[in-house]
């Protein structure tokens, strides 16, 4: 399949394995990429650069295929070597950066001269335009339904993506409650040039995280997210559990008097025992509502394969069938 992100960044497929907290390693990354997707791995997620460094070189080694780096820019009191992080992207030879978090203007000149080409993850047009302005190559247009952080003005992809195809002249993919081949065609049909996937790709053999965190997907419905943090303003869907559920009640309790640390328990260093350890009761983790669609644990070949196979099925049989002959 051909469209603009295909021929943006090189790739056979038009399905991006978005950047997730300890969940974008290399043998992920490696395993779209050869796959014919784009695999992200999570900047981050890696404590320092020369740990990035050591990433990059890692999935370099599992493939050939273009892949990039995901890097998220958050406000913070002691902020991340960022540029240590872009320089090690840069030194390690990456092409493809997908930045989120804050605008990511300051970080653009220094990205542009290496030659890389840049999208940015965005919860609104207001912010897609802004990416564009400042000159994203394109944009990856997260809708209510995503896992992670969804913004705070909930507006789901079957108005957010229509509405973006309006007003952007960058390509675009779709983020949230993207699953299968009938998701990437719905994408395309509103506007979108390919789609990025996240909690899809947790549920895949080669994700670096306990078969626990699988299960835990597979075993949910579309009713099995929740929203926290919202008084905060840093609204964030995962999927519930006893930790989320006592966030939930401490926000209800504090109200407008809620802060930060009244949920550090749930919330700080919590990855790590999740998604390594398997304690799925430790804290609040991402989760999008599609784990409703999840229903299984293939190898990624197996998991795009079939996103492929059943999109060129709907769009050259199911939907063509229903066309008439105009007189």
């Not at 958050?74 to 804050?102: F, M, R």
């Not at 990205?111 to 912010?127: D, E, M, N, P, Q």
């Not at 779709?174 to 299968?180: L, N, P, V």
């Not at 943090?229 to 401490?250: F, G, P, Q, W």
Request: proline share 6%; glycine share 10%; with cysteine.
């Amino acid at each position: 399949m051909k469209t603009r992100i295909t021929e943006l960044f090189g790739i056979e497929h038009p399905i991006i394995q978005g950047g997730m907290h300890h969940v974008g390693l290399a043998e992920l990354a490696a395993a779209v990429s050869n796959a014919g997707g784009l695999g992200i791995i999570t900047g981050l997620t890696q404590r320092t650069p020369e740990l990035l460094a050591r990433e990059i070189a890692r999935c370099r080694a599992m493939t050939d295929k273009p892949f990039g780096v995901n890097l998220t820019f958050l406000p913070s009191v002691n902020p991340p070597d960022y540029p240590g992080y872009v320089q090690a992207i840069i030194d390690g030879g990456v092409k493809i950066v997908e930045t989120a978090g804050n605008n990511p203007q300051k970080w653009m000149p220094a990205l542009k001269a290496a030659g890389i080409k840049v999208i940015h993850k965005c919860t609104s047009v207001r912010h897609a335009l802004k990416a564009q302005s400042i000159g994203c190559d394109a944009i990856s247009v997260d809708g209510f339904e995503c896992g992670g952080h969804p913004g705070e003005d909930d507006v789901p992809n079957f108005i957010l993506l229509p509405r973006a195809a309006d007003e952007l002249k960058i390509p675009f993919v779709a983020s949230g409650g993207m699953a299968d081949g009938r998701s990437l065609v719905a994408a395309l049909a509103l506007g979108a040039e390919g789609i990025n996937m996240g909690t899809r790709f947790i549920a895949t053999q080669e994700a670096p995280v306990h078969d626990n965190v699988k299960q835990a997907i597979v075993a949910a419905s579309e009713l099995d997210t929740r929203l926290v943090m919202r008084s905060l303003r840093n609204t964030e869907r995962v999927l519930t559990n006893d930790a989320v559920e006592r966030l939930i009640a401490k926000e209800r309790a504090l109200g407008a008097a809620l802060t930060f640390e009244d949920i550090l328990p749930e919330v700080a260093g919590v990855y790590p025992r999740i998604m390594q350890q398997g304690d799925m009761q430790a804290g609040a983790w991402s989760c999008g509502m599609v784990a409703g669609l999840i229903n299984d644990v293939p190898t990624v070949e197996q998991l795009i394969h079939s996103i492929m196979a059943q999109a060129h099925a709907l769009i050259s049989a199911r939907l063509a069938g229903m066309l008439q002959p105009t007189a």
